[in-house]
């Protein structure tokens, strides 16, 4: 079972900042995607952004240009650096990862952590 940590958040103002890391309980290899969700109160998760094992990555439109993405091999962890923050950003961020073994995709989920953007 692999575990997710997350760390960072907390609350910013309009256009401000903050960072996201989330540590695997394991050394992540082979085939896999770590990415980010997010949650707003009554609102679906949506993908925020992922990140492949070849490096290639996806974010929602909406942030765009504004949130990166990154992996760091020698740490294990996945970090979303987010700028000029939006109220709209609001939420509860999970960190995901899908880990191949052979063909078989494995889900795993962290517990969320808050990110609160005031205007």
């Known amino acids: 079972q692999v575990q997710l940590v997350e760390s960072g958040g907390g609350s910013a103002q309009t256009g401000g900042s903050l960072r996201l890391s989330c540590a695997p309980s394991?050394?992540?290899?082979?085939?896999?995607?770590l990415g980010w969700y997010r949650q707003a109160p009554g609102q679906q998760r949506e993908m925020v952004a992922t990140?492949?094992?070849?490096?290639?990555?996806e974010y929602i439109n909406s942030v765009k240009g504004r949130f990166t993405i990154s992996r760091d091999g020698a740490k294990n962890t996945v970090d979303l650096q987010m700028n000029n923050l939006k109220p709209e950003d609001t939420g509860t961020y999970y960190c995901?990862?899908?880990?191949?073994?052979?063909?078989?995709?494995?889900?795993?989920w962290g517990r969320g952590t808050q990110v609160t953007v005031s205007s």
């Open positions: 990140i492949s094992h070849g490096g290639s990555t």
């Open positions: 394991v050394s992540v290899g082979g085939r896999f995607v």
């Open positions: 995901f990862a899908k880990i191949f073994t052979f063909t078989i995709g494995h889900d795993y």
